[in-house]
Every structure is written in structure tokens, then in C-alpha cells.
């Protein structure tokens, strides 16, 4: 009796074995597929995330970082709290953009038309940036990361400057990651700057009108500094759908992307779709190709 028990369940788990096999292997594709999942996202890989290629990376993205102040009102937190979570933030993403390949990040931090707030956010806003310009200094001289300051420069406080052109130097020998941010700047001042300057060269027999021409004048503006003065990929957060007089001539042919999540919140899953976004067009640049 024990013989033939033996043998009716040797034969039952034979014929039931190939109907739990495909089980099986579906658990497995699960556990597969949530590890991809899991890996899409991870910072400093070889390979740029799935669905990115590193040969079509822009190298040079621009941000409007919008909606710090909604997004600590949101949260009932006090405007300075929202300010801070968007530097972090943006630290954040510069180590994924460098990670990346994108070599240049150009941050929109102060408009001038930003004087126009409550003084207290202002003076709150000019505190952030000294403190995290001299916080951060060893930080980029370590990543070996350039940081920039462009814009007007001749109202902020002198405190500011000094921490401004101390970073400068400190970071002006590093070529392959460069930080550009923009304080006191504005599209229109940055293009009436250029043609002054370009007319006092005049006055003084160093150019001829004949010499006038595009590249001269980029040469001109604030983004000198920077070897890819035209972003290739513009984002603004908070869902505005605007420039708002942030690099009016660099803009000419930059693809832009506009998403609806306020800035602290814009995080790494936000950024690659960001990028696979401006992968998947075609940038004829005025041109039928």
C-alpha cells in the first residue's frame, strides 16, 4: 500500500511540474523586472539610465528653478525653508547632470526683476547664496567643478561679491563640469550690455562694423565664460510656460521643457525625463534635414 502511494505521488507532481514551471518563471521576471526598475534610476553608473544615450546628452542645460515659495506654503513651512530645499536641490541634480555627461548646468537663482519682492526675501535670498557659495567651496574644489556668477552684480550686497569672486577664483582652473549662476541677471541688460560694449570698441578703432557678426556678439554677452553658450535644453518648473527674460538671445534654438512639479520636488526621476524628452527630438535648428 505505501509502494503504491509512493508511486501515485511521484506520478502526480510529474504531471503537475510542467504547469508550475511557468509560475515560476514568472516570479522570476518579476523579481527581474523590479530590479531594472530599481537600477533606472541610480547615480554614477557607466551607462546613462534606461532609455538614454550618452552620445546624445546635451552639454549645456539651463534652469528656471520655480516654485520654492508655493512649495513651502504647500507644506507650512516659511518661504526662507522653501528657498533652502531648491539650493539643495539644485546641488543634487549638478552631480547628476555632471554624473551624466552634460557639462555645464546654468541656474537662474536672481532675476532682476526679483528686486520688485519683499525686502525681507530678498535680503533672505542674498544670505542663501553667500552662505552656500562659502559653504560649498571646498565642495566644487573637490568635484573640480568651475562655478560662474553672470548678471548685473553692482546692486547686491558687498558681502555677496566678496564670496562671489572668491569662488571664481578658487574653481577657475576646472574645465569639465562648470556651475553658471545667474544673479541680478536679466536677458534684455545682458544683450544692451553687449552692444555697449561693442560700440565703446568702436569708438576706439578696435572693431569695424564689418567685424559685427553673430560670434562676435556671443563673445559679447555674459556667457563667455562658458565653452557652450547656448543651452540645449532649457527646463522651468512649477508649470509657467516662459522664459521670463532668462537668456533671450542663448534661447534661439534651445528645446525646451516645461513641467508642472514645483522645484524642491523636481528629483532625479524628474530630470531623466527631462532628458529622454530632448533625446527623442529631432533639432533641425532652423534647417530641413
Known amino acids: 500500500m505505501l509502494y503504491l502511494l509512493c508511486f501515485l505521488l511521484s506520478l502526480l507532481s510529474l ?16 523579481k527581474d523586472e523590479k530590479e531594472i526598475d530599481e537600477r533606472t534610476y541610480v547615480v554614477g553608473e ?7 544615450r550618452r552620445d546624445l546628452m546635451p552639454r549645456h542645460v539651463a534652469v528656471i528653478m520655480d516654485g520654492n515659495r508655493r512649495w513651502a506654503k ?6 526662507s525653508q522653501g528657498h533652502e530645499a531648491g539650493a539643495k536641490r539644485l546641488i543634487e541634480l549638478l552631480e547628476l547632470c555632471f554624473k551624466l555627461g552634460i557639462n555645464t548646468v546654468s541656474a ?20 542663501l547664496m553667500q552662505h552656500y557659495l562659502e559653504s560649498k567651496t571646498q565642495y566644487f574644489q573637490r568635484e573640480e567643478t568651475r562655478v560662474s556668477v553672470i548678471g548685473n552684480l553692482t546692486k547686491i550686497p558687498e558681502s555677496l561679491l566678496h564670496k562671489i ?11 569639465k563640469k562648470h556651475l553658471i549662476l545667474a544673479i541680478d541677471y536679466s536677458g534684455r541688460f545682458d ?49 509657467e510656460q516662459r522664459i521670463s527674460n532668462f537668456f ?11 513641467s508642472p512639479v514645483l522645484w524642491p520636488d523636481f528629483d532625479k526621476k524628474k530630470l531623466l525625463e527631462a532628458l529622454v524628452s530632448y533625446q527623442r527630438r529631432e533639432r533641425r535648428f532652423g534647417c530641413r534635414l
Open 46 to 52: 557607466e551607462e546613462p539610465p534606461t532609455g538614454l
Open 15 to 30: 504531471l503537475l511540474l510542467p504547469c508550475l514551471r511557468p509560475c515560476f518563471h514568472a516570479k522570476k521576471s518579476l
Open 248 to 258: 533671450l538671445w542663448q534661447l534661439a534654438y534651445t528645446e525646451l521643457f516645461f
Open 191 to 239: 544683450i544692451m550690455h553687449a552692444c555697449k560694449s561693442i560700440v565703446k570698441k568702436s569708438e576706439q578703432g578696435l572693431i569695424r562694423e564689418e567685424d559685427v557678426d553673430e560670434k562676435l556678439f556671443e563673445r559679447e554677452l555674459l556667457t563667455k565664460c562658458t565653452e557652450f553658450p547656448s543651452p540645449d535644453l532649457l527646463i522651468r518648473t512649477s508649470g
Open 74 to 79: 504647500q507644506a507650512g513651512l516659511l518661504t
Open 108 to 127: 537662474f537663482a536672481f532675476s532682476t526683476e526679483n528686486w520688485g519682492r519683499h525686502k525681507i526675501e530678498v535680503n533672505c535670498l542674498m544670505s
Open 165 to 175: 569672486h572668491k569662488i571664481e577664483k578658487a574653481t577657475k582652473c576646472y574645465k
